[in-house]
């Protein structure tokens, strides 16, 4: 990738520092493989530097809108990177304090994220078009240990458990903030929510490529052929008025959705013997204003391994329950709304509607690791339209989930 310099990022991690900071020396690379991320640019940023004449070391990750316009068009990054500079530099901060107003202790704050060292969206500030010298600098997990799982195997069951409780924290503290306070949830948190565009803006031919990738996979599997008609009707209707349209949610379980948390934006730390401790949820840019429970779906049925799935998911849900009610007793709020019924309620009304987001997004994770080779800065329309980008996992992902969603009747 050509023209890797972070042009003036010594203003950004002076607002951070609030110090003056000379930078010596400089190494940036490019972190993410072919075919493995497309909505941003993420780059290593190795740094030394002068903080108030005093030597250190920065080991730090900067994310930048993607070189092609195909891309940032798909991405809507005029909206989305706002977002996400919003989410980080304010949303999070003010969910922050308001846990600790209500003295909730270190073990339920919200550390699910990595620590943000600033956002611009171009060298003037955040004034005018977010543009290539907009960027985000985080810390750098893998210095700390973290690491992704692999898209085309998933989330172990202890791995699934770590992540689905954090999910409830994420998702019950806005919601507290937004029935408390509902002034400061609207200035704090929903100008990094506000609608955004999708892949639609790409025209039919990639839209019908993401859309026929269902029926093709489903018409392989002879266990699906009494559910083609019923897959058939899903798709027809999204191809007409796109997911990213969600219905308003209600009220009660209104909050920040992620609406992306798979393997590739969530990031793990493990123990000597393999097993996840902790996690880190990435990528803020497509969050919205929706039922918490989208992402609970989302993210059981696209990074769960499928026996875990199958076997455990009634576990998983009771886990994600006891965590959101857990969490939202700290604010002294009615807890009527929250019963196990009327969760249930929720989560059969939202789930039937999750499950197209499910299954597009196969098209993502399942492509077969090589056959995408350009790298983010060399991206290509066929890097999503070829035909042999998807093989025999993302039949048998299919098959797996849309049986396991048949068997609760959400499809």
Known sequence: MDNLELLNISELLEKHFKEKIEIEKQHVKILTGPGEHYGSIILKVDLNVKIEGIPRELKLVAKQIPVSE??????????TFRKESFAYTVSLPTLLEFQKEFKVPSEDLLDMFPKCYGARCNLDGNDGNVDRNAAI????????????????????????????????????????????????????????????????????????VFHNSIMIAARKCDELSPY?????????????????????????????????????????????????QKNKFLDLQLTNYSSALRDLIFFLFTSVQNNFVVQNLDELIKLYYDNFVHTLKYFD?????????????????????????????????????GKVTNTIDKFEITDWTRKDLLGEEHTRKMRDTVLALVSRNWL
Request: glycine share 4%; charged share 25%.
């Open 228 to 276: 083609l008609s019923r897959l058939q009707k899903l798709v027809d209707y999204y191809a007409k008025h796109p997911y990213t349209n969600r219905p308003d949610p209600s009220e009660e379980y209104g909050t920040i959705s992620h609406c992306d948390v798979w393997t590739s934006n969530i990031m793990v730390l493990k123990d000597s013997n393999g097993v996840v």
């Open 70 to 79: 195909l891309l940032q068009k798909a991405f809507d990054v005029q909206v």
């Open 333 to 369: 709020i009615d807890m009527s709304p929250y019963s196990w019924d009327n969760f249930n309620k929720e989560l059969n009304k939202i789930a039937p509607d999750e499950v197209y987001h499910v299954l597009l997004m196969f098209k993502i994770i399942c492509s077969q690791r």
């Open 137 to 208: 600098l985080f810390e750098n997990l893998i210095n700390v240990g973290y690491q992704t799982i692999d898209r085309l195997v998933g989330f172990d069951l202890e791995g699934a458990k770590v992540v689905v409780t954090n999910l409830a924290k994420f998702h019950a503290v806005p919601l507290a903030l937004k029935l408390l306070r509902p002034k400061v949830f609207a200035e704090k948190v929903m100008p990094g929510l506000v609608r955004h565009l999708g892949a639609e803006q790409l025209g039919e031919e990639v839209i019908s």
